[in-house]
């Protein structure tokens, strides 16, 4: 052929009109099938035929097609798809995996087309059929070389889902129903009988005896229930899946796919997989979460995961290694094993415990809210109940440490509301009712954590009051309730008798009572050097109302914070000879923690008076709670902490370090803006009934025990000095001080002292503001 002939033909080519896209869409269809009529070699790879560049036109003109067209409009081209069952017919290919490689070309086409398409395609029943019989091929063998083909495809059918969650009842297989889509029923099986799959192994043969009526995916049984039932008519609209048979373990198989591949030994795969089924989790379909939760091992493969990595830590850690290691995220664990083991040993294994704890969190923070329920209470059942509980339960020292510093950043680190109320039940038990004296052992772990605040290991006990500090602050009412608030509800704590039934006065009060206003300490007439320096906050205290100045319950502030700011005699104070540590500090800290604490607590109604007292059982005997006495009773000893040390190498403690940790709590406690804990906690003047005690007059025993220490130590206020002054690094170690536990709990109570003042002040100033 001579140039100007193979011109000429070209010339031609370019003035001919292309050929319309459903005639080439067509073309490409015919060329795959015809490849399997012809073709005598089905053991070559599919990427050594044209089939994949078909596939690849196919889609490129589907897609064309939708852009060429109105809105929702369906072409011509898939129209063609639809009709003719393509994907049913890519289908049976793809699971024949004739040639050689065609499962990953199905994968990638059902996939893009699924991507690309804005239409919605998944409501066609020659959509989501092949679809569903495609889901359960994948994730069937691990380390599959289609891998990555499946796990794209089965997220991008997860995201489907998530842009319209009521498809999902096309997932579910839990009996032949009609769906309503857009107002139109739309059959979930096809009405009209199909042939048996042939499970004969396949190639082109197979392919050639199928031909274009592709395998179904079920038995004839199956396909004439399904005809019979579509026969019947449309069901009611009111036919849920819910109702039907879910005793079928396979009957979501998308999960089922996605689990599989969780157990992938390639880290991509398992995230993409656990994003999968966070996708899945938040649909808000009531049938999707209950098929879910029972139908698939979600819950087992959860806790399951959670209980290996947990039994994989070491049996004895550093609990500092244990606070202090950096923050996880599920999906972003990258490590290096060898650097890992250089930090110290089992952080590899602590890092892949908290990563997938993460992920249980996150996965029930999104998940519906009947289906986190269930995953919560199974996380509560098979890892805390069977695991931990054992652990805190032991009598070893080492590994009671070591689960409770676990325990501990486990608390911190939940933030779902499900989650973190399973955990609560489990540590606290689910009573309501006032605790008695006689009943604190009734829940063994709760006692027992409890009494791990005053253990004989102080690392123990610190350990246990930081538990405890993380758990007062999170975001659920039963905490505070379990711990504090059932003890004061009926506000017992108050004396009840008439006047003339009370006890022998003594200058005006009951002779066990503390005397306030006959101690020069608490009169009204404080001279100068008694305030604190620079004290016109005092002057700025809004005048009292007159229901505020005598109600029940609410003393004037001035009295209540100079309470506190004097109760530690002079001799005893050394803050003031240090810079830096006065009481605007307390202030501006009590402020900014008073405000979260609102926060967190104004869902939960408490109102800003106190129980009336014609409406409380004042009869019932008065316990502070199980929580309350080991605090108070570590708190009346803050002079002569006894130090019991564990040999474990980088962690020790000390008297003073428990008095800190002691302190911490009782102030976080005293800033929830509950009345009842507050007139408890706050109120020096509360009438106490006989026997009673309060955070109050547990202080004032403690500064009269300290009275009398002070008379038999020499120098006492130059030695206070020095170890304050050591306590903050400006003064160097040198010679041992005599009564080194005393005068450091002396200075934590002359701060705590100070740190309530704090509080007082603040708690009033916000009720007074936000009264009419």
Not at 602 to 617: A, V
Request: with cysteine; charged share 20%.
């Amino acid at each position: 052929m001579g140039f100007n002939n193979v011109s000429h033909i070209l010339f031609v080519l370019q003035l001919a009109p292309s050929l319309p896209l459903q005639e080439d869409f067509v073309y490409h269809w015919k060329a795959i099938t015809h490849y399997y009529i012809e073709t005598s070699d089905d053991k070559a790879p599919v990427t050594d035929t044209n089939i994949p560049s078909h596939l690849e036109q196919m889609l490129d003109i589907l897609t064309q097609e939708e852009g060429e067209r109105e809105s929702g409009e369906t072409g011509p081209c898939m129209e063609y798809l639809l009709h003719h069952k393509i994907l049913e017919t890519l289908y049976t290919l793809g699971k024949a995996d004739c040639p050689p490689g065609m499962k990953q070309q199905v994968l990638t086409f059902y996939t893009k087309l699924l991507a690309h398409i804005r239409q919605p395609l998944l409501p066609h029943i020659n959509v989501h059929r092949p679809v569903q019989k495609l889901i359960r091929l994948c994730g069937e063998v691990l380390a599959a070389p289609t891998e990555n083909e499946e796990i794209q495809f089965l997220c991008i059918v997860c995201a489907k889902l998530k842009q319209d969650p009521y498809l999902v009842n096309f997932f579910l297989e839990v009996g032949v129903y009609p769906a309503l889509i857009n107002g139109v029923y739309v059959c979930l099986f096809q009405n009209k009988l199909k042939r048996p799959e042939t499970r004969s192994p396949g190639g082109a043969q197979e392919v050639k005896d199928n031909g274009l009526a592709p395998d179904t995916g079920q038995s004839h049984d199956q396909d004439q229930d399904e005809a019979q039932a579509a026969a019947s008519g449309p069901a009611p609209a009111s036919s849920s899946p819910a109702s039907s048979n879910n005793n079928n373990s396979d009957n979501y198989n998308l999960v089922t796919s996605l689990l599989n591949l969780t157990k992938s030994p390639d880290g991509r795969i398992v995230v993409k997989a656990c994003e999968g089924l966070m996708l899945l989790v938040s649909l808000p379909e009531p049938a999707a979460a209950k098929c879910l939760t029972e139908n698939t091992e979600l819950c087992e493969l959860l806790t399951h995961r959670l209980v290996s990595f947990y039994k994989a830590l070491p049996q004895s850690m550093d609990p500092l290694d244990i606070e202090t290691v950096e923050s996880v995220n599920w999906g972003l664990d990258v490590y290096n094993l060898k650097e890992d083991a250089a930090v110290f040993t089992g952080k590899r294994a602590l890092i892949s415990f908290l990563s997938w704890l993460d992920y249980c969190d996150q996965l029930i923070k999104e998940a519906q809210k009947s289906a986190a329920a269930v995953m919560a209470r199974a996380v509560r059942e098979h890892f805390f109940m069977l695991v931990m509980e054992p652990q805190l339960m032991q009598t070893s020292e080492v590994g009671i440490l070591t689960s409770t510093a676990l325990l501990n950043r486990i608390i911190r680190q939940v933030t779902s509301d499900a989650l973190l109320q399973e955990m609560v039940y489990f540590l606290l038990g689910e009573e309501k009712e006032a605790e008695s004296a006689a009943a604190v052992s009734q829940n063994p772990l709760r006692h027992r954590l409890i009494e791990h605040c005053d253990h004989l290991s102080d690392e123990i006990s610190i350990m246990t009051l930081r538990l405890f500090e993380q758990l007062i602050q999170k975001p659920n009412q039963h905490i505070l309730h379990s711990l504090v608030l059932r003890s004061l509800e009926e506000r017992n704590y108050l004396e009840n008798k008439p006047q003339e039934e009370r006890e022998p006065m003594e200058n005006g009060q009951p002779h066990d009572a503390v005397d306030l206003e006959e101690d020069p300490l608490f009169g009204d007439d404080l001279s100068p050097d008694g305030r604190l320096s620079g004290s016109d906050w005092l002057s700025s205290s809004p005048p009292l109302s007159p229901d505020h100045s005598k109600s029940e319950g609410k003393t004037e502030v001035h009295k209540i914070v100079n309470s506190f700011l004097c109760l530690v005699p002079d001799e005893a104070k050394s803050s003031y000879h240090v810079e830096g540590t006065g009481y605007d500090t307390y202030l501006r800290d009590a402020h900014r923690q008073f405000k979260d604490y609102c926060g967190v607590c104004q869902q939960w109604d408490w109102r800003g008076h106190p129980k009336p007292l014609e409406k409380c059982n004042l009869d019932i005997p008065f316990f502070e709670g199980h929580f309350l006495k080991v605090l108070f009773d570590r708190m009346g000893r803050i002079l002569d902490q006894v130090c019991l040390v564990l040999h474990l190498e980088c962690f020790s403690s000390s008297p003073y370090d428990v008095n800190l940790q002691v302190t911490a709590v009782l102030s976080k406690l005293s800033l929830l803006p509950h009345p009842h804990l507050h007139e408890y906690l706050l109120d020096p003047y509360v009438n106490l009934a006989p026997g009673c005690r309060s955070l109050f007059s547990v202080i004032v025993r403690v500064v009269g025990d300290l009275m009398l220490r002070i008379q038999r130590i020499p120098d006492f206020t130059p030695k206070l000095l020095l170890v304050r002054k050591r306590l903050l690094g400006l003064e160097p170690e040198g010679i041992n001080v005599d009564h080194m536990t005393l005068l450091e709990g002396v200075i934590v109570l002359e701060e705590f002292c100070k740190e309530l003042a704090a509080i007082a002040f603040v708690k009033y100033h916000a009720a007074a503001s936000s009264s009419p």
